[in-house]
């Protein structure tokens, strides 16, 4: 569904890369979690993988990934993609093109389904709320693949397996009948990849260290 053939990332005044990936596929509803050091590359290799590299960065190889027109981002911290002061629920219709049936189904999946909360600015929303609210529009944009930056940071244990719960139920299906997307998932937390049941790739000094298959021995 998506590979990178290699990739090398530098900077647009630099010359050693900050990323460099031979080779790396993701396939369709695969579960994978990105792990690794404050500065290895994770959020970079999640940017490359998101089609959706900063400009002052310069990307050579090959990203290829046919026929997948749209990429679902939730990032750290949820009200990052919104604007803050327009009702949720208008930009959840205006951004995917859902109409409300759809919108309020979606939010109803992350636990938001309270009439109240479409008519709340994010703004007026809680820090768990708004991460709630981001998964919410990752599922409406249809994706077949979802990109989460860090979506159990700082959370205690009890708190990171609901908010992961959340995650998984909502992009299993999505809002149709369509197979579930592909999940990458960037965290500090080692337990997360064992949490989701995901392949694990490990991240330092701008390269993949390790690929491990899902279910295997940390």
Do not use: N
């Amino acid at each position: 569904m998506l590979t990178l053939v290699d990739v090398r990332v530098r900077a647009r005044d630099g010359a050693a890369p900050l990323l460099e990936v031979p080779r790396l596929t993701v396939s369709a509803a695969e579960r994978i979690v990105v792990q690794g050091p404050s500065g290895a590359g994770k959020s970079l290799l999640l940017s490359v993988l998101a089609g959706r590299l900063d400009g002052g960065l310069v990307l050579t190889g090959h990203r290829d990934a046919p026929d997948l027109d749209r990429v679902g981002f939730v990032p750290q911290r949820g009200i990052q993609a919104f604007h803050p002061l327009i009702r949720l629920g208008r930009q959840l219709e205006a951004v995917t093109g859902a109409g409300r049936a759809r919108r309020s189904a979606a939010l109803a999946r992350v636990g938001l389904g309270a009439p109240r909360f479409a008519r709340r600015r994010p703004a007026e929303l809680s820090g768990g709320q708004a991460q709630r609210a981001a998964l919410a529009l990752a599922v409406l944009t249809g994706a077949r693949i979802v990109i989460a930056d860090e979506p159990t940071s700082a959370l205690d244990p009890q708190t990171r397996d609901e908010v992961l719960a959340v995650l998984t139920e909502a992009l299993q299906g999505g809002d149709t009948a369509a197979p579930a997307p592909a999940l990458v998932v960037s965290t500090h937390d080692r337990e997360v990849a064992a949490v989701l049941g995901a392949r694990r790739l490990e991240v330092v000094g701008g390269r993949i260290v390790a690929d491990v298959a899902a279910g295997a021995a940390a």
